[in-house]
């Protein structure tokens, strides 16, 4: 049973990365002018990274509970840290880059917090896999 909700949870991490990927940032992007897009994002990025961590530390807390240590373990840890990483250190250099009008340094710092995005969904798509 608890195995089954690490399952949905890591699933539900997933899908709240594709939705705010491919659907809320390009919504945004092509709906509200660039002030307004800034502020909305700025104001969502956090709960989106906060989630996620607090829904990955769940699933962390529980692998560690049903003694999973190999690999599940430490994709799952490396998911949870990234998150950290992105919301606590990076997202405030993107900021602080944009606000300076930094835009060679904002665009290498937006890339990294992209290709971070990209390898956590893979890394979930791999633990999806190996639990189905």
Request: include cysteine; charged fraction near 15%.
């Amino acid at each position: 049973m608890i195995e089954q909700i690490s399952i949905y949870l890591t699933a539900m991490i997933l899908g709240i990365m594709l939705f705010f990927s491919f659907v809320i940032a390009p919504v945004v992007f092509t709906t509200l002018d660039e002030e307004n897009a800034r502020k909305f994002i700025r104001r969502i990025f956090p709960f989106y990274y906060n989630v996620n961590l607090g829904i990955s530390f769940i699933v962390l807390i529980i692998f560690f509970f049903l003694s999973k240590l190999g690999i599940d373990l430490y994709l799952i840890l490396a998911i949870t840290i990234l998150f950290a990483i992105s919301n606590y250190l990076l997202m405030p250099l993107i900021n602080k880059y944009r606000d300076q009008k930094e835009d060679k340094k904002f665009k290498y710092s937006h890339l990294i917090s992209v290709v971070i995005n990209f390898v956590q969904m893979i890394c979930l798509v791999f633990l999806l896999i190996k639990e189905t």
